[in-house]
């Protein structure tokens, strides 16, 4: 009896273990959290890095209705809200070197699993991290910001190289 367990025990434990590696991807667990601003350690990792032209992928969520931190009152959705911030964000961006070089609306997931997909995606180009950073601090720029903060629900912000890949 005691050599039909040990049998089974080493033809199951194998199977166990191929089907289990085989579905369990640690990338199909992976977690996705929406945010308005980076963390310290974010901030910190991004100002320390290389100062070479880099793109920023923008995923947008937005908030069904606008809320403005200072409390006034507004019929904006988070999308108009955010339209406001993107039209006045234009010229910051042109400040500092930069552009917008792509967005739209985001209408479908072809690969992989998210539970909510985001409302919309742009993309910037900045000539250097310094540059965003300076963007970022000056106070007209901080002026524009309440639009975006007031509409978006949060988002992920990709920082992307243009080299390598052959692109």
């Known amino acids: 009896m005691k050599k039909y367990l040990v049998i089974a ?5 194998p199977v166990i273990f191929f089907l289990n590696n085989s579905i369990s991807n640690p990338s199909e667990y992976a977690t996705y ?22 793109l920023m992928v923008n995923l947008l969520k937005f908030k069904d209705k606008a809320q403005y931190d200072d409390g006034r009152a507004t019929n904006l959705t988070g999308r ?10 234009r010229e910051h961006l042109a400040n500092v070197g ?15 699993e998210v539970e909510e997909l985001w409302d919309a995606f742009g993309v910037a180009r900045y000539p250097s991290r310094k540059a965003m950073i300076a963007m970022a601090r000056n106070p007209a720029y901080i002026e524009s910001e309440k639009h975006r ?19």
């Open 80 to 89: 108009e809200a955010y339209e406001i911030y993107v039209t006045e964000t």
């Open 9 to 13: 025990v080493l033809l199951i434990v």
């Open 98 to 112: 930069a552009e917008l070089i792509l967005g739209g609306e985001v209408s479908g997931l072809l690969l992989g």
């Open 149 to 167: 903060a007031a509409g978006l629900a949060g988002q992920l912000n990709i920082e992307v190289s243009e080299q390598g890949f052959g692109f």
């Open 33 to 54: 959290k929406n945010a308005l601003r980076p963390n310290p350690i974010q901030f910190a990792e991004f100002a320390l890095g290389d100062d070479d032209p880099i």
